[in-house]
């Protein structure tokens, strides 16, 4: 396979990550998936050299590990006073 169609298929997975993603009822899971979709956009754009695709989807990646980890420090509390 040759280098084009690799990253092909890397942009058309970020695509199908975020689409699935976004029919998350979950919250976690919309994160978990949108975050990997968002991390394959990144290497998508870095490669063809789109820097507003690469960075904005670097942007949002990091708007998601910011609610997981926020989401996972509520569970801890609950979990600590329950």
Not at 3 to 12: K, R
């Amino acid at each position: 396979m040759d280098t084009a169609n690799t990253i092909e298929i890397i942009g058309y997975s970020a695509s199908v990550m975020v689409a699935i993603s976004l029919m998350m009822k979950d919250i976690i899971w919309l994160r978990c998936l949108n975050f990997t979709g968002c991390t394959l956009f990144v290497i998508y754009g870095v490669y063809i050299s789109a820097w507003p695709v690469a960075g904005m989807n670097a942007f949002v990646a990091c708007i998601n590990i910011y609610h997981l980890i926020k989401l996972y420090r509520e569970k801890s509390q609950q979990s600590a006073t329950a």
